[in-house]
């Protein structure tokens, strides 16, 4: 048999809490299947929860088509720009899935290229999973415009 539950994103808290007791109970015989693609209303949480340091990484991603590139970046904004957005973007998602706003298993936006040949050990660039340039558009959209509003 299969049951489905649907609600509101965020799930609340206490319906994550209820529904994660329950098929603890089933046991092994209970699959959880979870939406875990970003929506607009998941990545402006995201955008919400990271620092100006990031925000820059998502703008360049934006205004690159999806694409950040490593070398171009640093010029840009220094030599240890691209340090840390990516470990943010990481606990943020951690702590959205603890809230329940998306799945652990939510995969992270940004995917890193090889290493860029003219510095040792940093990314080339960054670039947005398939799909998710127009989401995350509006989603800074959306950001901004309540961020003015504030």
Not at 4 to 33: F, H, K, N, W, Y
Not at 38 to 49: G, H, I, P, Q, S
Not at 53 to 69: C, P
């Amino acid at each position: 048999m299969k049951i489905t539950i649907e609600c509101e994103d965020p799930a609340p808290p206490e319906l994550v809490a209820a529904v994660t007791d329950l098929m603890a109970r089933i046991g092994p015989q209970a699959s959880v299947s979870t939406d875990d693609g970003w929506t607009v209303e998941r990545a402006e949480k995201l955008l919400r929860d990271t620092n100006p340091r990031t925000l820059l990484l998502f703008d360049a991603a934006i205004e690159g088509e999806g694409w950040v590139d490593g070398p171009a970046f640093r010029e840009k904004w220094g030599d240890n720009a691209l340090r840390g957005p990516s470990q943010t973007i990481t606990k943020a998602i951690k702590r959205g899935a603890e809230r329940g706003h998306w799945s652990a298993d939510i995969t992270p936006p940004f995917t890193p290229t090889t290493p860029d040949k003219s510095g040792w050990s940093k990314t080339g660039g960054y670039y947005l999973g398939d799909g998710l340039l127009p989401v995350f558009r509006e989603a800074m959209k959306r950001y901004k415009e309540r961020s003015r509003g504030e």
